[in-house]
């Protein structure tokens, strides 16, 4: 009889064992799906992180749409404030885009580049400004940064004058109004 008393405590012992061993076994399912989990997204975020391109970035070009890196020391120089038409973005219809324009140029290139597109080359400056955003479409003139149309400004700028003066575009009061 003694013999069945401590047998029947060895089952009770083993029957209060299992279950502490089963929450904590290693092998169950719900472990095994956790760390597949974990590693799934783990190879997410080194996915995203090898792919997705950085902030600091820059366009196949080298360059941002609207300008340069910070590497420059620059000022802003104010060409004009603009009128354009435009009748290609939406046909039937006329567009008028109304926008200041500034620009940021090397400090060291601030005076020549004021004389050349202000007073030399004012009329071909705008006449550019005017013919890159009036041949814009409709896609162009609604992006809420105007990358494109920045891009288009500061290539053509420089182009008309002969010289890479612009860093960066900016545009403020940028309104497209339908007449």
């Not at 420089?158 to 007449?179: A, D, P, T």
């Amino acid at each position: 009889m003694a013999t069945e008393t401590q047998e029947e405590n060895q089952t009770v012992e083993a029957t209060e064992e299992t279950p502490a061993k089963k929450r904590f076994n290693l092998g169950s399912k719900k472990v095994k799906v956790l760390v597949l989990l974990v590693v799934v997204m783990g190879v997410q975020l080194a996915g995203l992180y090898l792919f997705l391109p950085s902030t600091t970035s820059v366009a196949p070009g080298g360059e941002d749409p609207g300008g340069d890196g910070d590497d420059v020391e620059t000022v802003e120089v104010t060409i004009d404030n603009f009128v354009v038409y435009n009748g290609v973005a939406a046909p039937g219809r006329r567009l008028s885009i109304n926008f200041k324009l500034t620009v940021a140029v090397s400090v060291d290139q601030e005076i020549a580049f004021d004389q050349a597109a202000n007073k030399d080359q004012k009329a071909q400056i705008r006449a550019a400004v005017g013919e890159v955003v009036g041949d814009s479409g409709l896609e162009e003139l609604n992006d809420p940064r105007h990358n494109v149309i920045l891009r288009k400004l500061k290539e053509r700028i420089n182009k008309e004058l002969g010289k890479s003066y612009v860093q960066r575009v900016f545009v403020s009061g940028f309104q497209v109004i339908e007449q």
